[in-house]
């Protein structure tokens, strides 16, 4: 009897022991909420891209070359008081350099020219007043006629062979080059002296896939980026498109005009061409970077009361930053845009403000 109650005491005692040590009972709550940031589905406009680089060079652009030998002057700009130079601005019809050759001018024979056209006037006046009186014949008349235009052809000869003798800048532009010769100096026929050129507008030549030969049109808008200032974004307009593919590139050719009104771009400079080939207006847009995958769909969350639930999306156009969500979202949901990469379906948020 006394071995029964000391078995009896040997077990009750670990359990009053336990039972003794216990902590009052504390009710613990097990859901953790994810703070998460979120944005309103919303609708806009999306253009999809296809992008190409290049060069983009001036639309005006002429090297003007010596047509005669003589010798070269460089004359002052109006505006600084001093030579041209590079870099300096011209106007249409502005005397850059000048030859000087005398022999030359005297072969010319302007001022005997133009008293041979004066004879010629008088004498072809005169025919007129006698054939109207029956004083000269009609060959008399158009003889007369004859030698005039003659004359006046010659005279006319002579002065675009004296303007040979000035280089002037046909449009207004920039001066872009400027070989040095000395004041004085003989200078050579097809020699090149100046070139000006006006980068307000520019173009580039794309070579894009053939793909895309369908998508293109004229008119169509592309976006320049120049990689020396990414933050500056010229719009251009396609002007040309050839209708011919490279067979070995399997590309075709297209040109774009570029405004650069504030010379943002010089002329050789490397630049991103983004071309539209696809846009829409009023449809959902969303962020590229909180589209998921998985089980081979595209999926986003959505958040309803507390709540993040895996949503699949059907997409449609696309650029580097932006994607058009066609099916399974509506204007006005709440879709999680930050603090997506740890949630699961169902998850418990908190939104962040």
């Given at each position: 009897?006394?071995?029964?109650?000391?078995?009896?005491?040997?077990?009750?005692?670990?359990?009053?022991?336990?039972?003794?040590?216990?902590?009052?009972?504390?009710?613990?709550?097990?859901?953790?909420?994810?703070?998460?940031?979120?944005?309103?589905?919303?609708?806009?406009?999306?253009?999809?891209?296809?992008?190409?680089?290049?060069?983009?060079?001036?639309?005006?652009?002429?090297?003007?070359?010596?047509?005669?030998?003589?010798?070269?002057?460089?004359r002052v700009n109006p505006a600084t008081g001093k030579p041209y130079a590079l870099g300096d601005g011209v106007k249409a019809g502005a005397t850059i350099i000048s030859l000087e050759d005398e022999e030359y001018?005297?072969?010319?024979?302007?001022?005997?020219?133009?008293?041979?056209?004066?004879?010629?006037?008088?004498?072809?006046?005169?025919?007129q007043s006698l054939y109207q009186k029956g004083g000269a014949t009609l060959r008399e008349l158009k003889n007369a006629e004859i030698t005039l235009i003659n004359t006046e052809y010659d005279m006319e000869s002579?002065?675009?062979?004296?303007?040979?003798?000035?280089?002037?800048?046909?449009?207004?532009?920039?001066?872009?080059?400027?070989?040095?010769?000395?004041?004085?100096?003989?200078?050579?026929?097809?020699?090149?002296?100046?070139?000006?050129?006006?980068?307000?507008?520019?173009?580039?030549?794309a070579n894009l896939p053939e793909k895309y030969y369908r998508n293109i049109e004229r008119g169509y808008k592309v976006y320049i980026t120049s990689y020396t200032s990414t933050t500056d974004t010229l719009i251009?307009?396609?002007?040309?498109?050839?209708?011919?593919?490279?067979?070995?590139?399997?590309?075709?050719?297209?040109?774009?005009?570029?405004?650069?009104?504030?010379?943002?771009?010089?002329?050789?400079?490397?630049?991103?061409?983004?071309?539209?080939?696809?846009?829409?207006?009023?449809?959902?847009?969303?962020?590229?970077?909180?589209?998921?995958?998985?089980?081979?769909?595209?999926?986003?969350?959505?958040?309803?009361?507390?709540?993040?639930?895996?949503?699949?999306?059907?997409?449609?156009?696309?650029?580097?930053?932006?994607?058009?969500?066609?099916?399974?979202?509506?204007?006005?949901?709440?879709?999680?845009?930050?603090?997506?990469?740890?949630?699961?379906?169902?998850?418990?948020?908190?939104?962040?403000?």
């Amino acid at each position: 009897m006394k071995r029964l109650r000391f078995a009896l005491w040997s077990l009750m005692i670990p359990a009053l022991l336990v039972s003794s040590c216990k902590q009052p009972d504390m009710e613990v709550n097990t859901t953790v909420e994810v703070p998460v940031g979120v944005i309103e589905a919303t609708t806009s406009s999306i253009e999809e891209f296809v992008s190409t680089t290049g060069s983009v060079y001036p639309l005006k652009e002429v090297t003007l070359t010596s047509e005669i030998t003589g010798q070269y002057h460089l004359r002052v700009n109006p505006a600084t008081g001093k030579p041209y130079a590079l870099g300096d601005g011209v106007k249409a019809g502005a005397t850059i350099i000048s030859l000087e050759d005398e022999e030359y001018v005297n072969d010319l024979r302007i001022k005997s020219k133009e008293v041979d056209k004066e004879i010629s006037e008088l004498e072809y006046e005169k025919q007129q007043s006698l054939y109207q009186k029956g004083g000269a014949t009609l060959r008399e008349l158009k003889n007369a006629e004859i030698t005039l235009i003659n004359t006046e052809y010659d005279m006319e000869s002579s002065r675009l062979n004296l303007a040979k003798m000035s280089l002037v800048a046909p449009f207004s532009g920039v001066i872009a080059d400027l070989p040095y010769f000395t004041e004085g100096t003989r200078v050579a026929t097809n020699t090149g002296m100046v070139k000006v050129i006006d980068f307000e507008k520019l173009y580039l030549e794309a070579n894009l896939p053939e793909k895309y030969y369908r998508n293109i049109e004229r008119g169509y808008k592309v976006y320049i980026t120049s990689y020396t200032s990414t933050t500056d974004t010229l719009i251009g307009i396609i002007t040309q498109i050839s209708p011919s593919i490279d067979t070995e590139a399997r590309t075709f050719k297209c040109f774009v005009e570029v405004e650069n009104s504030e010379e943002i771009l010089l002329p050789g400079m490397f630049v991103k061409a983004d071309l539209v080939v696809n846009s829409a207006e009023e449809v959902i847009v969303i962020p590229r970077d909180i589209i998921m995958s998985r089980n081979r769909n595209q999926i986003v969350y959505v958040v309803e009361q507390g709540v993040a639930s895996e949503r699949i999306i059907t997409t449609g156009l696309q650029n580097v930053t932006s994607v058009e969500v066609k099916l399974g979202l509506l204007k006005g949901e709440s879709i999680v845009n930050s603090g997506f990469e740890t949630l699961r379906d169902q998850s418990r948020v908190r939104i962040l403000r």
